[in-house]
């Protein structure tokens, strides 16, 4: 880097949704000639991607932000919380600029404003397939931008809009970039990945010659062609989630859905203005593995919603029985600002939240346990993540980045990150598996 590249510190915040946001203004700024730099002290700049979520999003925002301007001095903040521009530039008066979520020209513009770009925009080459935060391994694949779904505890369509879908050749155009850069995991990504395509009525488009619609089927159809591992996630449970049953069987994409039910009472379903027949969901759940047996999945549950009583919650840990659900988180409701929920009588207070927590973590860790434990003596593919003093710490097609378990491979073999391996299942906890390469 010559020393007098521009130099930007940049801070990503919140989900994979921004991440991937962050990527592409990194990609951006790398491409005219910027350096990203990962201090405050050697940074001409600093940009802050925020979250706005839930409130302890909003706090760490808030403290990294106050942070920056302590350290460096020189911050834009964008993201999520950009769109409570009032509330931020209130509190930390001396922001360069405040953009909100997915305004990209609108940072590129205060970045150039505030730290012209080198003459050579050549100075840095980027890689065709943009710059990633994640490892070089794997990647998020964001392929819809916002929401027609309105639940009461969510904020997400007010800041990012209604649903609008990428044309699918763009989305398969960067997954074959993905697959030519050695990429060997695509996560499918976006607020509500089943409802793909609904925006644009499923408009035909062509991709190398074949017509293709752009709709959740064809679009996981079109992406197993790739040879490498696809993950769905954020799959709201419509009925036409079934359709990709079988192209899991065929082992075209992974055997995982990620299905954020958030509860399984019929009341809370409704104040969270969320569809769900807790039966309906059962007999789909029983479908599915009757298709596919190796199929995993994961959700997320919010306890202690305004309003859930006693039974509500019994009706949750009698569903997670019922269900028998691979991989599960939990969250204890939060309110966010802005949220329809806020206005809800009956709140629940923070102490039976905080039990009910417990009580499901509990419930749930048993039927974790058990699962995982029924794969000891199993073989499976394994993706190698990092090394460890131990050995290395690999992930299954059962385990996504950053949310799931992981494999612990013990053994003094030198394994390499980003391959696959063979290993056989040795033993398992609540959450972890453990194994030996196999012979
Ligand atoms: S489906 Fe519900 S929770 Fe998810 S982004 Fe849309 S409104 Fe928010």
Same mark, same amino acid.
């Given at each position: ?14 989900c994979?949704k ?25 940074? /001409?700049?600093? *940009?802050?991607?925020?979250?706005g979520f839930?409130? %302890? ?10 942070? +920056? ?6 911050? *834009?903040?964008?993201?999520c ?6 509330? @931020? ?12 979520p ?37 990647? =998020?694949?964001?392929?819809?931008e916002g929401c027609?779904h309105r639940c009461?505890f969510c904020i997400i369509p007010s800041l990012r809009g209604d649903l609008? %879908?990428?044309?699918? /050749? ?15 995991? @695509?996560?499918?990504?976006?607020q509500d ?8 009525? =499923? +408009? ?31 799959? =709201? ?5 079934? /359709? ?7 082992? +075209? ?31 789909? @759940? ?15 549950? @919010? ?8 039974? /509500? ?23 966010v600002?802005?949220a ?9 207070? +923070? ?16 039927? %974790? ?71």
């Amino acid at each position: 880097m010559s020393p007098t590249t521009p130099r930007i510190g940049f801070v990503s915040l919140g989900c994979p949704k921004a991440t991937v946001d962050s990527e592409q203004v990194i990609t951006r700024l790398r491409a005219e000639g910027y350096a990203i730099v990962p201090d405050y002290d050697n940074a /001409d700049m600093v *940009i802050i991607n925020t979250c706005g979520f839930i409130e %302890s999003a909003v706090d760490e925002s808030l403290q990294t932000i106050d942070e +920056a301007l302590q350290q460096n001095g020189r911050v *834009i903040v964008t993201g999520c919380l950009g769109s409570r521009a009032q509330m @931020i530039e209130s509190r930390f008066p001396s922001l360069l600029a405040v953009t909100g979520p997915q305004a990209r020209d609108q940072v590129m513009q205060a970045v150039h404003q505030h730290l012209p770009a080198p003459h050579d925009p050549f100075l840095e080459l980027v890689p065709k397939q943009g710059v990633r935060l994640t490892p070089r391994h794997y990647a =998020y694949l964001k392929i819809s931008e916002g929401c027609n779904h309105r639940c009461s505890f969510c904020i997400i369509p007010s800041l990012r809009g209604d649903l609008t %879908s990428r044309p699918i /050749d763009q989305v398969l155009d960067e997954a074959q970039v993905l697959a030519a850069a050695g990429i060997r995991e @695509i996560l499918v990504i976006s607020q509500d990945t089943s409802a793909y395509g609904v925006d644009c009525r =499923y +408009a035909t488009r062509f991709w190398q010659g074949q017509p293709l619609q752009t709709r959740f089927f064809d679009l996981a159809r079109a992406l197993g062609q790739f040879g490498l591992w696809i993950r769905l996630h954020y799959v =709201y449970p419509y009925p036409h989630v079934g /359709d990709v049953i079988p192209l899991m069987a065929d082992g +075209a994409i992974l055997p995982y859905l990620d299905i954020p039910f958030q509860h399984a009472s019929k009341t809370i379903l409704k104040a969270m203005r969320r569809p769900g027949s807790r039966d309906r969901v059962l007999e789909r @759940i029983t479908k599915w593995r009757e298709i596919c047996p190796e199929l995993v999945i994961r959700s997320t549950f @919010i306890v202690g919603f305004p309003g859930e009583t006693e039974t /509500d919650f019994e009706e949750l840990l009698d569903f997670l029985d019922c269900a028998q659900l691979d991989r599960v988180g939990c969250f204890t409701y939060s309110a966010v600002e802005g949220a329809a929920a806020n206005a809800l009588p009956d709140p629940v207070p +923070a102490a039976v939240k905080q039990e009910r927590y417990h009580r499901f973590m509990q419930r749930q860790q048993v039927i %974790s346990a058990r699962k995982l434990s029924a794969r000891i003596g199993q073989e499976l593919t394994v993706l190698v993540e990092s090394a460890t003093e131990q050995g290395f710490v690999a992930r299954s097609y059962a385990d996504a980045p950053e949310i799931d378990g992981l494999v612990h491979i013990d053994g003094d073999q030198r394994l390499s990150v980003g391959d696959f391996y063979r290993v056989e299942i040795t033993a398992a906890d609540e959450y972890d598996l453990y194994a030996r390469l196999s012979k």
